[in-house]
């Protein structure tokens, strides 16, 4: 088991990687109006991977070549976590409003805390699931101001079933994560992810004429690739990565409800916007819930 102390502190990376992808929500619906879906993915990555390789191979002292037998370990997380969730959820962002994301989004922890019960063998007991319910219904009541009547109002379309295939991917990146990364460093593990989606982009960047988008695009756009590639992409993966070597995916993946929270309060800092009471006692449930979630099981790293 680990300490206490290092359980807090895998909480407060969590915590602070949903803090960065809340703001994903803004950036990518404005990245994703200026740029095709791939163009848009080449830039976040390899900018990413120009910070995370020389940042590893300084950091990891000459760990960065792994056996070849290792290879398709590193590139398996890559696929589902880095490319395979982020190339989808941009490509929802063109067709689906920002609260069906959130909504479904939402969804994440129960994914991964089935998956960890079936293929790591993570106890799914009822406590757990109780947490996760409670921080689902927290999140659906900050989306929709209390009115929960306005769910099966909700229009699904195909950005919809893509962003749900999306957050499938992630969960199981999450168990990958654990399975497949336990004998890598969380750096080697972004730094591998990241350049793997940088090399599978990079062709398919090229064939949508990039040079058109890149004249036309403005400033906000590039600061909301300059955004995704520095604090979602390699602040945020390599948090994450951090915390699940230490209390493991489903536990990690339960802080991922707090993104909608922190786009509430970053909508209100930023944009103004109000905050009503419904949305505050959902807040209080989510994050009685994902606490409730991170307390529920043991760390099962030694």
């Not at 502190?9 to 803090?19: E, G, I, K, P």
């Not at 200026?34 to 760990?63: D, M, N």
């Not at 997380?77 to 609260?99: D, M, Q, R």
Request: hydrophobic share 55%; with cysteine; proline share 3%.
């Amino acid at each position: 088991m680990i300490s206490y102390n290092k359980e807090k502190v895998s909480y407060f990376m969590m915590s602070l990687a949903a803090l960065f992808w809340a703001g994903t929500f803004v950036s990518g619906k404005i990245a994703a109006a200026q740029f095709p879906i791939f163009t848009l993915s080449f830039f976040r990555f390899s900018i990413a991977s120009l910070i995370v390789l020389p940042l590893t191979l300084y950091l990891e002292k000459g760990r960065l070549r792994v056996p070849a037998r290792d290879l398709f370990k590193l590139v398996s997380i890559g696929a589902f976590g880095f490319l395979g969730n982020n190339v989808l959820f941009l490509t929802a962002c063109k067709y689906t409003a920002a609260v069906n994301l959130s909504s479904i989004a939402a969804t994440c922890p129960l994914m991964t805390a089935i998956l960890a019960s079936l293929f790591l063998g993570e106890p799914l007991g009822w406590k757990r699931v109780i947490a996760i319910f409670i921080a689902l219904l927290g999140v659906l009541v900050v989306l929709y101001d209390g009115d929960l009547s306005l769910i099966g109002e909700m229009h699904f379309n195909k950005g919809d079933l893509i962003q749900a295939t999306g957050i499938l991917l992630l969960a199981a990146y999450g168990i990958l994560s654990r399975k497949n990364g336990s004998a890598f460093s969380p750096m080697i593990i972004v730094c591998y992810g990241l350049l793997f989606s940088s090399l599978v982009t990079f062709p398919l960047m090229l064939a949508e004429n990039p040079h058109l988008y890149i004249q036309a695009a403005s400033l906000s756009g590039w600061v909301s690739v300059l955004y995704m590639a520095i604090f979602a992409s390699v602040g945020a993966y390599t948090l994450q990565q951090i915390a699940i070597k230490q209390i493991g995916p489903s536990r990690s993946m339960a802080f991922l409800n707090l993104i909608p929270i922190f786009s509430l309060f970053l909508a209100f800092w930023l944009l103004h916007e109000n905050i009503t009471l419904m949305k505050v006692l959902g807040t209080l449930l989510v994050i009685s819930g994902v606490f409730m979630n991170a307390g529920s099981g043991k760390s099962i790293r030694k």
